[in-house]
């Protein structure tokens, strides 16, 4: 059985920074594309970041201000988030998906998901 537990979440000004993480048991494949997904109040659920081995992509949105990576050793997942504005503030989740599906910012496709972790950005 699949579990994703994130962590790291707070609360933190804008142009600070905070550091996500994902802990992965149940899967058995390192090649398992895994990403990050946000929801803020009101607004649609967003792809944020994902990534298969060694290959990562990012929504324009979080370009160039967020990372996201994956430590196989610690079956862990991270999303390094830098430069963070209020319009990052939402619930951001933790999806596990297949070896095969396009590893790309997504909101479906993650056949497992974890319960969230809230980021709140004030200006």
């Known amino acids: 059985q699949v579990q994703l537990v994130e962590s790291g979440g707070g609360s933190v000004q804008a142009g600070g920074s905070l550091r996500l993480s994902c802990v992965a048991s149940g899967l058995t494949n390192s090649r398992n594309c895994m990403g990050w997904v946000r929801q803020a109040p009101g607004k649609e659920r967003e792809g944020v970041a994902a990534?298969?081995?060694?290959?990562?992509n990012y929504a324009d949105s979080v370009k160039g201000r967020f990372t996201i990576s994956k430590d196989n050793a610690k079956n862990t997942l991270y999303l390094q988030m830098n430069s963070l504005k209020p319009e990052d503030s939402a619930m951001y989740y933790c999806g596990a998906g297949s070896t095969i599906m396009a590893c790309v910012p997504r909101t479906v496709g993650f056949g497992y998901w974890g319960q969230g972790t809230q980021v709140t950005v004030s200006s």
């Open positions: 990534i298969r081995g060694g290959s990562t």
